[in-house]
């Protein structure tokens, strides 16, 4: 019996303003599979995340759940898929549940609960009626992953989540990350940390200048003749 992909690129090429990013990218995620997609900056990582979503001009095809989601920006999240961007976007005037609250906006349904996130986070739960904003740069990534499960995904794509995070806050993303994965939810993680990749994922996929260079188990990250393929 085949398995319906998550996610799935063929032959994508991207780029923004006719400069080109991605180039023929193709590959797939299964449902409950964690991948890390790595890579120096500017191979395309970002670009990859945002051109489901239709950011950048695209041909090729992007399927989520079996369907091509064409330049429909909403279609990603109520078919099952959530990033947790860089700069996290945290609005100002609302507390951190109310933030939370904000990803049932896509309507799906969802085992997830406000209860539920802060106890996954409970750095959230000490400051559940703060600010969404006046909360740590860690705590306010910890909030911006919360607020995207409450959307009920099957895929959560994270962009570049550990950046510039101390290491005590590092810890417990993965922690998240790892009942996360228990809960059935596949992840596609951009990431510049190759020991999180490491840690957390079953697969990688490796971009170089917009191509796809590598895609195999996390395990083989470890190897000199890979690290090279990939300039890391």
């Known amino acids: 019996m085949t398995t319906t992909p998550v996610l799935e690129f063929r032959g ?16 797939s995620i299964a449902p409950g599979e964690t991948v890390g997609l790595v890579g120096r900056n500017g191979a395309g990582k970002t670009t ?37 961007p860089q700069g996290k976007r945290i609005f100002s005037n609302l507390s951190v549940e109310e933030n939370i609250r904000l990803g049932r906006a896509s309507g799906r349904p ?8 802060l106890e996954l986070f ?38 570049e989540p550990t950046e510039g995070l101390a290491p005590v806050i590092i810890d417990a993303i993965v922690e998240a990350l790892e009942e ?28 170089r200048k917009g191509r796809l260079v590598g895609d195999g188990p996390v395990e083989q990250l470890g190897d000199r003749a890979v690290q090279e393929l990939i300039a890391l």
């Open 12 to 27: 994508v090429t991207a780029g923004y303003a006719g400069s080109v990013i991605l180039q023929d990218l193709s590959f």
């Open 48 to 84: 990859t995340l945002m051109s489901v979503y239709g950011v950048p001009t695209v041909t090729g095809q992007i399927l989520v759940d079996g369907k091509e989601v064409g330049r429909k920006a909403h279609l990603p999240a109520a078919r099952g898929v959530s990033l947790v």
């Open 110 to 117: 969802t085992t997830w609960t406000v209860p539920d996130l």
């Open 122 to 159: 409970p750095n959230l739960a000490r400051g559940r009626k703060r600010p969404g904003t006046s909360l740590s740069g860690g705590e306010q990534q910890m909030l911006a992953i919360a607020r995207a499960l409450m959307s009920g995904p099957a895929l959560l794509m994270l962009d």
């Open 180 to 207: 996360i994965r228990a809960r059935g939810t596949a992840l596609l993680l951009v990431e510049q940390h190759i020991g999180m990749i490491q840690k957390v994922a079953d697969r990688y996929l490796a971009l």
